[in-house]
């Protein structure tokens, strides 16, 4: 779990003892864990698991009961959020993928969290539009193809409350969000995202080391 950080800037020893210094991933998330890993290369999409602890924390934190999720994979951030709702809290999850869900299905059961989480397998920003137009959201999740980052944004902030909060993963993305040579699509776009949400008077905004790069927003 500690050997492959994808904190690029972090060496396996040291997350290894951050890790283990916070809240450590139970059975339930352990056995997601080893499962996303066995899918090889893709599992670099699953969040660290001191993101996740980060994630569980902050929900319970802002007393979040409304979540959204952009980009569930397998199913870790969800199990994170699922459990960090208040009584009576939903998450709703938006992916495209029957297949990398299913994982997820299974843990959230295992974990007693499965009736928290409300899976809609379809378009993300479809999802996004069909939300009610009030500002409900307590908390929201962005982890998804990049360069649709700033239209799920601005779906989400127009339901977000004031003082909820908005979380973007991969914001530094290995790094190459500041290498000159790095040209690509995924690049460009969270280039063009980073720089419109640190001119957004409509949040505040501290870019965190956590992981690949973590966002957070609080609407204003």
Same mark, same amino acid.
């Given at each position: 779990?500690?050997?492959?950080? %994808?904190?690029? !800037?972090?060496? /396996?020893?040291?997350?290894?003892?951050?890790?283990?210094?916070?809240? /450590? /991933?139970?059975?339930?998330?352990?056995?997601?864990?080893? *499962?996303?890993?066995?899918?090889?290369?893709?599992?670099?999409?699953?969040?660290?698991?001191?993101?996740?602890? !980060?994630?569980?924390?902050?929900?319970?934190?802002?007393?979040?009961?409304?979540?959204?999720?952009?980009?569930?994979?397998?199913?870790?951030?969800?199990?994170?959020?699922?459990?960090?709702?208040?009584?009576?809290?939903?998450?709703?999850?938006?992916?495209?993928? *029957?297949?990398?869900?299913?994982?997820?299905?299974?843990?959230?059961?295992?974990?007693?969290?499965?009736?928290?989480?409300?899976?809609?397998?379809?378009?993300?920003?479809?999802?996004?539009?069909?939300?009610?137009?009030?500002?409900?959201?307590?908390?929201? !999740?962005?982890?998804?193809? %990049?360069?649709?980052?700033?239209?799920?944004?601005?779906?989400?902030?127009? =339901?977000?409350?004031?003082?909820?909060?908005?979380?973007?993963?991969?914001?530094?993305?290995?790094?190459?969000?500041?290498?000159?040579?790095?040209?690509?699509?995924?690049?460009?776009?969270?280039?063009? !995202?980073?720089?419109?949400?640190?001119?957004?008077?409509?949040?505040?905004?501290?870019?965190? /080391?956590?992981?690949?790069?973590?966002?957070?927003?609080?609407? =204003?």
């Amino acid at each position: 779990m500690a050997d492959n950080p %994808k904190s690029f !800037f972090l060496s /396996p020893e040291i997350h290894g003892y951050l890790v283990a210094h916070g809240t /450590p /991933p139970d059975a339930v998330q352990q056995s997601l864990i080893a *499962e996303t890993a066995a899918l090889g290369g893709i599992s670099m999409m699953q969040i660290a698991p001191e993101q996740g602890a !980060f994630m569980t924390l902050l929900t319970r934190l802002i007393g979040a009961r409304s979540a959204v999720e952009v980009g569930t994979f397998t199913g870790y951030s969800a199990l994170c959020i699922a459990r960090g709702l208040a009584d009576g809290g939903r998450l709703v999850c938006c992916d495209v993928s *029957e297949e990398w869900t299913s994982v997820g299905r299974r843990h959230w059961e295992q974990a007693g969290v499965a009736d928290r989480i409300d899976l809609r397998i379809a378009s993300a920003i479809d999802t996004l539009r069909a939300l009610p137009q009030e500002q409900s959201i307590d908390l929201a !999740f962005i982890d998804a193809d %990049k360069p649709n980052y700033l239209a799920y944004y601005e779906e989400i902030i127009a =339901r977000l409350r004031p003082n909820g909060v908005i979380l973007v993963d991969n914001v530094l993305w290995g790094g190459n969000i500041v290498d000159a040579g790095a040209a690509d699509e995924n690049t460009i776009a969270l280039r063009a !995202f980073n720089d419109a949400v640190a001119a957004d008077d409509r949040v505040e905004a501290s870019m965190i /080391p956590l992981g690949d790069g973590l966002t957070l927003l609080r609407k =204003r």
